[in-house]
């Protein structure tokens, strides 16, 4: 029998896994940004239906926060309706303040960690310093 004819409610519970914070970890396919995808009369955003499943549409204006701030949870109760900007500013607050290392690995912390002042975002100052150099060379080079 072709996946889809299933019962949709039965495909869904066989594709996430509950981790030990309680959230439902999805294992199907996933968007590149890590939301998984789930496929009824289309695709769509698995959290997405999970919510509409057990809470109604989303209302107008709104759209879905992880409250976990994990992508990948498709438990309706990690979710809450907010608006756009609410979302926004929960994960660069929360998001931006769970990051404790650059992306090349050094500390954010101490003399390394550098507060941009037009929206408080942190960067890496060992990373920016780097980049400065290699910018100023390739200038230079170029002249």
Known sequence: MCPAWRDPHERFHEKYQIDASGCWIWTGARHRRGYGWF???????????????????????????????????????HLEAVTHRINVRRGRLIGNNAKTHCPSGHPYSGA?????????TKYCRACHRLYSRRRRQRLRNAA
């Open 39 to 77: 496929w009824h009369d289309g695709a769509c955003f698995a959290h997405k239906w999970a919510w509409v499943q057990q809470n109604g549409s989303v209302p107008d204006g709104l759209e879905l926060d992880h409250i976990c701030r994990n992508t990948s949870c498709v438990n309706p109760r």
């Open 112 to 120: 390394n960690l550098g507060i941009r002042k037009k929206d408080g």
